[in-house]
């Protein structure tokens, strides 16, 4: 079983920067995908940034250019380094973990709070 945990989220000022961390135990196969999402308050859960398994990458509109998601090879870990934090940039930031063989699953971490505020 795939579990991951979040780490690394906190409390910062507007402009300052927080590097997220999702790290999970077991395995998965060699095709998947790696994403985080976010969820602020009274909002639907939005797609934030999400890494293939082939490398590439993808962000939301609103955090390209500022976030940067990357894995570890070897392990199952991923992080999203946040630079240039607003307070719009408020949720809990959760991971998932999507392995597609030999058939879809998805495993979700239980979200790190991440507040920025001056």
């Known amino acids: 079983q795939v579990q991951p945990v979040e780490s690394g989220g906190g409390l910062v000022q507007p402009g300052e920067s927080l590097r997220l961390s999702c790290v999970a135990s077991?395995?998965?196969?060699?095709?998947?995908?790696m994403a985080w999402y976010r969820q602020a308050p009274g909002k639907e859960r939005e797609l934030v940034a999400t890494?293939?398994?082939?490398?590439?990458?993808n962000y939301a509109d609103s955090v390209k250019g500022r976030f940067t998601i990357s894995r570890d090879n070897g392990e199952i870990a991923m992080h999203l380094q946040m630079n240039s934090l607003t307070p719009d940039d408020t949720a809990v930031y959760y991971c998932?973990?999507?392995?597609?063989?030999?058939?879809?699953?998805?495993?979700w971490g239980q979200g790190t709070q991440v507040t920025v505020s001056s």
């Open positions: 998932l973990i999507r392995d597609l063989l030999p058939k879809k699953s998805d495993y």
């Open positions: 077991g395995s998965i196969s060699g095709l998947y995908v």
């Open positions: 890494i293939f398994s082939g490398g590439a990458t």
